[in-house]
């Protein structure tokens, strides 16, 4: 893949970092970058997400993506890559940002979410010249970058002393807006995020309490739960829309025989209905 450069004074989209601290004299990318500002927000969190966590940054990745908001993010485990593959998932535009220099996509366990990053018409960018290797404070220094690229940085589980608040800190220095999803109070992986809202970060439950921040006129009419093929897909999904995520309790408030659920429950994931989130855990897409 092509690695190209330029200065973020010479994309329209780009400009939006100008302003922060440490500005990058030139950014190095693969892929392609909207070359017109757009609403753009950064998604980051946990590399270890709860399934509350990869429920929420799925669902809410996925939402503003569909709106046509922009999605950054550091192409980490856990919160990063599910972020970027929901945005993907979504038919929308999410660009990674690495702390290593290219081609190398790093992790690479996540090579294959950044070449599907490229692929579906994104970006990967870094500020560090080809071939140049990771260090450790790349990664805070890449955290501006996250975040300066953004109108928004969306934190969406965190621990007390997530690397993530690093990225918070930025956000809030860069004259940004801070969101942030509340979490349990009983979970250690929530305690960043509960923290940060004390500290009067907004808080946010759907796509659509960012949109009324960055974009208003993003904003549209909730649509209804699209009802499945046959009154039994409808009952699952409605179960699953009101908060009922765990399959045997589906099954057994559907009260339908095993064999049958099961049938049900796969077509819905086949047409797109429904997601695994694991551990007979599923959500709606």
Known sequence: MKINSLSPQSNNFLQIITTIALVPKKLYFIGNLPTERRPTVAIVGTR??????KEVTYKIAYELAKRGVVIVSGLALGVDAIAHR????????????LANGLPAIQPATN??????IVAKGGAIITEYPPDTDARVHHFLARNRIVSGLSDATIITEAAAKSGTLNTAGHTLEQGRELCVVPGNITSPL???CNHLLKQG?????????????IAPDLLQPQTQLALGDNPLQTQILQLIQSGTRDGDELQRLTKLPVSTFSTELTMLELNGMIRSLGGNQWTIT
């Open 201 to 213: 970060a907004h808080p946010i439950t759907s796509a659509q309490d960012i949109l009324e921040i």
């Open 48 to 53: 270890k997400p709860s399934t509350y966590g």
């Open 86 to 97: 929901a945005a993907l998932d979504a038919g929308g535009t999410t660009i990674a940002v």
């Open 190 to 192: 929530s305690a960043g």
């Open 111 to 116: 090579r294959q979410i950044g070449e599907d």
